[in-house]
Nanobody, 126 residues
Framework: QVQLVESGGGLVQPGGSLRLSCAAP????????FGWFRQAPGKGRERVSC????????DYADSVKDRFTITTDNAKNTVYLQMNSLKPEDTAVYYC???????????????????WGQGTQVTVSS
């Protein structure tokens, strides 16, 4: 049975850092793209970042580029999101997600995700 389990959220001051972890037991890592979405109060769920463990390709939303870094440890079946220079507008529930790579492609949209984690709260405030 596969599941995604996030950890690492919390309260941080503006300019601070957090590292989110997503444990993915049961997954064959190289068959999926993994990454993160977030949802702020009153807003829709938006893509943050994704990674393809099979080739290491990564993608970031413009709003987090150069501040966030996504990595995987395939031996531990874990995905990480290092978040630096955090801003109040980064406050949201962060969801780990997985999409099966089909015919070498994935779309990384809310509608294309196959598995979701339960979410972890990140609050950036002084």
């Amino acid at each position: 049975q596969v599941q995604l389990v996030e950890s690492g959220g919390g309260l941080v001051q503006p300019g601070g850092s957090l590292r989110l972890s997503c444990a993915a037991p049961g997954f064959t890592m190289n068959h999926y793209a993994f990454g993160w979405f977030r949802q702020a109060p009153g807003k829709g769920r938006e893509r943050v970042s994704c990674i393809s463990p099979s080739d290491g390709n990564t993608d970031y939303a413009d709003s987090v580029k150069d501040r966030f870094t996504i990595t995987t440890d395939n031996a531990k079946n874990t995905v990480y999101l290092q978040m630096n220079s955090l801003k109040p507008e980064d406050t949201a529930v962060y969801y780990c997600a997985a999409e099966l790579v089909r015919a070498g492609s994935y779309y990384w949209t809310v509608g294309s995700i196959d598995y979701w984690g339960q979410g972890t709260q990140v609050t950036v405030s002084s």
